[in-house]
Nanobody
Framework: QVQLLESGGGLVQAGGSLRLSCAASGRTFSDYALGWFRQAPGKERAFVAFISRSGGTTPYQTAYADSVKGRFTISRDNAKNTVYLQMNNLKPEDTAVYYC???????????????????WGQGTQVTVSS
């Protein structure tokens, strides 16, 4: 079992920044990959960002949705069992509930699909005003 708890959401003006955190517990954090997804009102949940599990001396692999490339950065701190999503230059269309998710199987190239993730957090609301 893995428990995930997101925090850091809130209301911000367009052009502003937020940093989301997701604290994990229950399994060895460095052993699994993590993703961020979001769900806007009236829309399906969509992939935002991915970071691979710890690779020792190998750099983490990351991936982003086209809509957030260059604005969002995913990172992880294995000592704190936490994954982050730094969001800069926020736009009203970034308004959504943001979820972190854990992929214990390290599914690799299917990181953008919900079905590979085994555990999900409860979500944190991000609202960007124009």
């Amino acid at each position: 079992q893995v428990q995930l708890l997101e925090s850091g959401g809130g209301l911000v003006q367009a052009g502003g920044s937020l940093r989301l955190s997701c604290a994990a517990s229950g399994r060895t954090f460095s052993d699994y990959a993590l993703g961020w997804f979001r769900q806007a009102p009236g829309k399906e949940r969509a992939f935002v960002a991915f970071i691979s599990r710890s690779g020792g001396t190998t750099p983490y692999q990351t991936a982003y949705a086209d809509s957030v490339k260059g604005r969002f950065t995913i990172s992880r701190d294995n000592a704190k069992n936490t994954v982050y999503l730094q969001m800069n230059n926020l736009k009203p269309e970034d308004t959504a509930v943001y979820y972190c998710a854990a992929d214990l199987q390290n599914s690799g190239r299917y990181y953008y699909t919900e079905t590979v993730y085994d555990y999900w957090g409860q979500g944190t609301q991000v609202t960007v005003s124009s």
